[in-house]
Every structure is written in C-alpha cells, then in structure tokens.
C-alpha cells in the first residue's frame, strides 16, 4: 500500500471517529444524550436540546396498568424452560371449548377441538424418550409444588433428570424414583434442604429406593452436594411454629455453638434443627411443646429431647471454657 493511499485511508476513519462523537454527543454545547422513550426523543442532559423526536416505538402498541392486564394483552409466548418435555417450544391447545371472545363452540367445533387436542399430544411426545419425560418432569413439578419448593429449585430438578436421561442412568429405575432423587438432589444444592422423610411423603415410592437412588445419580453425575446445614431448616421450622426472630437467632448460636464443639458430627441435621428450635422457643419464653416441634420436623420427640440435652451442654461447655 502506497504512502498516499495509507494517509487518506487514515484521514476517512478519522473523520469517521469525529462523526461519531458528534452523534453521540449534543450538537449545541456538546453534553450528554439521553433518550426518552416516553415521548420518542432523544434530549442534551445538560442544555435540555431536543436532537431527535418522533423517534420509531418497538414497545408493544397496548399500555398495561398491572401484571395481570399485561398476561392477558401479551401476544408473546413464555421464555424456554427445562421444565416442560419440549422447553415450551410447542403449541398448547386449551381445554375449555371456547373462542377468543369466551363464547361456547357447537357441538361440531368441540369434536374439531378434541381431534386436535388429540393429534397436537401425539406430535408433543413422539418417542419414548419424550413420553418418559414428559411423566418425569410432571411428578417433579407435582412434588416440588407438595413441598413447597421455589421454581429455581424446579429448574435444577429437571436438569439433573435431563441428564441422567441422556447419560442412560434410567435402566433397571424407576421414573419416579430418578425423579424424587433429582428433587432431593437440587433441594440441598439450592440451600433449601428436605429431609427424607418428608421427601418420601410426597413420593410414590418407598425411602430406601430415594436414597439407594440418591446415592447412585449423584456419584454418576458428579454432583457437588454439600452436607445439609442444620441451620438451614431453622427457617422453615420457626416460620411453621410462629415463633419470633429473636427465638430463630438464638438456634442458630445454639447451632453454631454445637459445631464450635463438634456436636454436630454424625447426628442428623434435622433432628438437630428441631432441637435447636425446641430450646431457643423456652430460653425466650415462646414456649412450644415437643409433640407441636415433632409434628413440623417430622422427627421423634425422643430425638428431640436426646438433641436438646447435648445442646445445651454444649453451649455451657461453650461458656466453661
């Protein structure tokens, strides 16, 4: 390249460099542009110019007061999501026999509707793999629903079901016990733990299938699941015995004196919640019985009492010292 053509390539992207600046900067005193999407104008912060008006609008041409009036006036689909067989990529026919406007069909369009309905299910689950998702993903979202459980935590449940099923971990299993083990599995990873037992009882079937399960998924897997924290059931449980902040706090310092003395070792961290919970209700005079504690925990009142004892040694061991 000659040196003429390199300075007159150099002297374009400087002027180029210059049209910019002045686009994105006010032609009158050179301050800052914003825009206002409100009015469709682009206005000078400083001086208050208006440089562009009547500018295109690529919002929705409704306006929505509320999140419902938006739901109902939104043409748009919802965002992909690991928790439907096809991502939600598919179309869903509804099942009430009505038109846009809530009038009932004739007799005839509803038999229309109905073969519809029928071919639209077809086409959704075409092979075996999709038909054993689809009944996988809805036990997740049924028992997740039964335990209360966020979406997030409905999200990482089928994606860990999503890739036991690719990784072929579901022969010689059953769907419902890949499934409670994908939900126990992203319950602890969330932070937001269940116990077995409670796990069990939203399951269809028994607890020593969901642990056997449990085991196997995570070791095949290589999911890092961290040892429930004992404090992370303290919430939930002070949230069901209507017990106050100050009762919750004070379990957790009873926990965290207990790890302090190594307590905690090898005992069940809900039985070790529920006692923590049990004691921090009588130290500040919230005063709960152990049957209402054993009912919510879903854990023995002897448990409770066994748990109870050493926490409180712990914590006068804690003071002794």
């Known amino acids: 390249m000659s040196e003429h053509t390199r300075t007159r390539t150099t002297e374009t992207e400087t002027e180029a ?29 400083d001086c208050g110019l208006v440089v562009e008006e009547d500018e295109i609008d690529r919002g929705p ?48 369009q509803r038999q229309k509707m109905q073969r519809l309905r029928k071919w639209n299910e077809r086409f959704r689950t075409r092979d075996s793999k999709e038909r054993n998702l689809k009944q996988a993903l809805g036990e997740i979202d049924r028992m997740a629903s039964a335990l209360g459980l ?82 992370s059931y303290v919430p939930r449980f002070a949230s069901d015995l209507d017990l106050s902040e100050e009762a919750e706090n004070r379990a957790r310092k009873l926990l965290g004196n207990a790890k302090e003395q190594g307590v905690h070792s090898g005992k069940s961290p809900v039985g070790l919640a529920a006692a923590a919970v049990y004691a921090a209700s009588l130290l500040t005079n919230e005063k709960t019985t152990q049957a209402a504690v054993s009912e919510v925990a879903d854990i023995s009142e002897v448990t409770i009492r066994n748990r109870y004892h050493e926490l409180l040694e712990a914590e006068q061991d804690l003071a002794f010292a």
């Open 61 to 108: 041409e409704w306006r929505a007061f509320d999140s419902a009036e938006k739901d109902q006036k939104s043409r748009v689909g919802a965002p992909t999501t690991n928790m439907m067989h096809d991502k939600g990529l598919s179309t869903n026919i509804d099942w009430r026999d009505q038109d846009a406007y809530g009038n009932s069909l004739d007799s005839r």
């Open 150 to 231: 966020p979406e997030n935590v409905r999200e990482t449940a089928s994606v860990i079901y999503r890739r036991a099923l690719d990784d072929n971990l579901l022969p010689g299993r059953s769907i419902e016990g890949v499934s409670t083990a994908s939900v126990y599995a992203a319950a602890r990873q969330a932070g937001v733990p269940r116990s077995l037992d409670e796990v069990a009882g939203v399951s269809r079937v028994e607890k020593s299938e969901i642990a056997r399960t449990y085991r196997y998924v995570v070791r095949e897997l290589g999911l890092e699941v961290a040892p429930a924290d004992p404090e």
């Open 17 to 45: 460099e210059t049209d910019h600046e002045e686009t994105t900067g006010c032609p009158e005193c050179g301050g800052r542009l914003a825009a206002d999407s409100e009015h469709g104008e682009t206005v000078c912060r």
